[in-house]
């Protein structure tokens, strides 16, 4: 049975619709449980837009159901990922995770459903992600990174534990084993500092400290070496996020095949992702890029 699909919406109509067009052309979502949470206006200025998309919610067919499930006061998209996370994981034992700014390749929920059975009971395996860099060099079919990522992943109710809602702890964690530079992959992107700014109060990225929960673990997530997903909310359209070709990947067209490996760091991808960043940051510092939107992990609606 596919893997129950969990989605977070808000505000942008047409970027839900893309989202859920994209969904319906993977076959698998006639098997698929779907479940949207709307979370609510943060002022006044978006209440139409977040009736918008509950409406378009309510009336959506093709999948095996559909459960729509709206917040009555504003949670935040932190809150509501770690509210929805957790509330689906207590009934189902493995979930999809997506936002209203993915567009999905229809081999999507193919890859994934095959990555959630295939590293079910592998414990070293704490995700599988839908989405890879546009590097220029050839990637492998599938390999792991360390920690965890948040544009179109799947997870189990076994990994989502090691989930650590506070940042201090993981700053602290991370700082007094030395691994500040891996977690920054070698310096090519500003995780650590997200975490400080999260600390502080200046984000609430849910994603970098579900990438440093997964990180400190020793957990791995599965990409695969063709992108199934691109991120529509780069066009600018996102509160916080710019145009920024160094993450716009075409969606593959063809099935990404999941073949079962042994679960450890692919060191060679690895560079060359952190190549491909790092290339980017002697453009463009990372604050810049933080800004628009390349230090993407949780800083959409930062202040939503």
């Known amino acids: 049975m596919p893997a129950p699909i969990v989605l977070f919406v808000y505000c942008r109509p047409q970027h839900t619709r893309s989202t859920i067009q994209s969904l319906l052309q993977n076959a698998e979502s006639a098997e698929s449980e779907l479940i949207i949470y709307s979370d609510a206006p943060r002022t ?20 095996k159901a559909v ?23 207590e009934q189902y034992q493995q979930v999809i995770v997506l936002e209203d700014d993915l567009v999905l390749s229809p081999w999507f929920l193919r890859y ?4 959630l059975e295939t590293y079910r009971d592998d414990e070293l395996v704490a995700s599988i992600h839908g989405y890879c860099y546009p590097v220029r060099q050839p990637l492998p079919a599938t390999f792991f990174l360390r920690g965890a990522d948040c544009w179109g992943w799947g997870v189990w109710r076994r990994s989502w534990q090691l989930f650590q809602a506070d940042g201090a702890v993981l700053l602290q964690q991370l700082e007094s084993r030395k691994l500040t530079h891996e977690f920054d992959l070698g310096g090519a992107m500003g ?5 400080r700014d999260q600390i502080a109060g200046r984000n609430d990225s849910w994603a970098v400290r ?19 997903v691109c991120n529509a909310g780069l066009d600018g359209s996102g509160v916080h996020c710019g145009p920024d070709e160094s993450l716009v990947a075409a969606v593959a067209r063809s099935p990404v095949e999941v073949q079962r490996q042994v679960a450890r760091e692919d060191g060679r991808s690895r560079e060359i992702i952190a190549r491909h960043l790092g290339g980017s940051s002697q453009r463009r510092s990372w604050r810049d ?16």
Do not use: D
Not at 67 to 89: K, M
Not at 289 to 304: A, E, P, T, V
């Open 67 to 89: 459960r729509v499930i709206e917040s009555q006061r504003n949670l935040g998209l932190a809150g509501s990922i770690i509210r929805g996370v957790t509330e689906a994981l």
């Open 112 to 115: 994934m459903n095959a990555g």
């Open 191 to 195: 995780f650590t500092q997200m975490l």
């Open 210 to 228: 579900w990438h440093a929960s997964c990180f400190l673990a020793g957990r791995l997530t599965l990409y695969p070496g063709s992108s199934l």
């Open 44 to 63: 006044a200025a978006t209440a139409p837009q977040v009736q918008q998309v509950r409406e378009y919610c309510r009336g959506l067919q093709g999948f």
């Open 289 to 304: 890029r933080l800004k628009s939107g390349l230090l993407f992990l949780g800083q959409r609606w930062r202040n939503h």
